[in-house]
């Protein structure tokens, strides 16, 4: 099993709607969470840290689940602006670990 | 701050010939990170630092992979020699607490 795992997608999604992607990682030990966002031919760039409580920015929204063991990303009201892959990271040891990507296409 | 510069930004090379590929951290971040990235298998850490010094070489693919980091701003990975399954875009990322940030990559085509 993977360490990280998310589902590739691609999510084609109306601009104005919500949609929301799980990330779901396998080790218990992990202390640290993050959703990157990478535009194609780009680098991956942090979008936000994910807390236990969960966390608000702005049309996003973060939760973490650390008895299932899975992390979401919530985006309200998406943007044409939104379109890239989302990559769920997972901190252990040091170590930061990259899902492989969720590809987001907003339609207008 | 200009971020963590790579270069060069693509490089194509023959098989068999010895590619480097550079990384300039951002100035005061103590881990720098070296990642592979290919539609395959998306990104794959090969190595990191803290403090200059490595810390986990597992992810290196094999013999044919090296890096070093002679100071803290300053790092290279070396493939030699180099193969077509090493095509792919290398990206070097720094980080002093919390999330990475990366470089722009090289993208490498080995032909």
């Known amino acids: 099993r993977k360490e990280v795992e998310q589902d590739p997608g691609p999510f084609n999604v109306p601009e104005g709607a919500t949609v929301a992607f799980n990330c779901t990682y396998s080790?218990?030990?992990?202390?640290?969470f993050f959703w990157y966002r990478q535009d194609c031919r780009k680098e991956p760039k942090l979008l936000m840290s994910?807390?236990?409580s969960g966390n608000e920015d702005g049309r996003f929204t973060a939760q973490l689940n650390r008895a299932s063991q899975y992390i979401s990303l919530l985006i309200r009201d998406s943007k044409l602006s939104d379109s890239a892959t989302y990559l769920c990271v997972v901190n252990r040891d040091d170590k930061i670990i990259f899902g492989k990507g969720t590809r987001l296409h907003i339609l207008p | 701050d200009a971020g963590v510069i790579q270069s060069p930004r693509h490089e194509v090379t023959e098989m068999g010939q010895e590619v480097t590929l550079r990384c300039k951290p951002i100035?005061?971040?103590?881990?720098l990170f070296w990642y592979r990235q290919t539609m395959m298998r998306g990104l794959e850490l090969l190595i990191y630092?803290?403090?200059?010094?490595?810390?986990?070489d597992s992810g290196m693919p094999e013999d044919r992979f090296s890096a070093k980091m002679p100071n803290a701003s300053f790092s290279t990975l070396k493939i030699q020699p180099s193969e077509p399954r090493d095509s792919a875009v290398y990206f070097c990322a720094s980080q002093l607490q919390g999330g990475y940030t990366f470089g722009s990559g090289t993208r490498l085509t080995v032909v």
């Open positions: 630092f803290n403090n200059n010094v490595p810390i986990d």
């Open positions: 100035s005061g971040h103590d881990y």
């Open positions: 080790n218990s030990a992990s202390q640290s």
């Open positions: 994910v807390y236990s």
